[in-house]
């Protein structure tokens, strides 16, 4: 159950992670009376809204497929371990 919670509260913290980023990477932009002279274009904002999404995307592949995994693993190891003591222990 413990398991759970934590993966709900591991989304909501990626989701607020990444909302409040997205909100800001849109522009208000003010509106100014059109001039005869050309103006310099200004350089356009870094696609920061993909590059969230890719990040919370390769996260929560992380968290959700490849942590288990890894988790299982050291449990194995570790009993692995425990289980050569006990039987070296047996044989004294």
């Known amino acids: 159950m413990r398991n759970r919670f934590q993966n709900i509260i591991v ?5 607020a992670a990444i909302v409040p980023a997205a909100s800001a990477a849109f522009q208000v932009v003010p509106w100014v009376e ?5 103006t310099p ?11 969230l ?4 995307g390769i996260s929560l592949i992380g968290y959700f ?6 988790e299982a ?17 047996r044989d004294i």
């Open 41 to 51: 274009v200004e350089e356009e904002p870094l696609p920061i809204i993909p590059a």
């Open 11 to 15: 989304l909501l913290l990626l989701s």
């Open 34 to 38: 059109p001039t005869p002279e050309p």
């Open 73 to 89: 693993n050291q449990r194995k190891k570790a009993f692995e371990k425990i289980r050569a003591e006990s039987a070296r222990l």
């Open 65 to 70: 497929f490849i942590l288990p995994k890894y």
């Open 53 to 56: 999404m890719l990040i919370g």
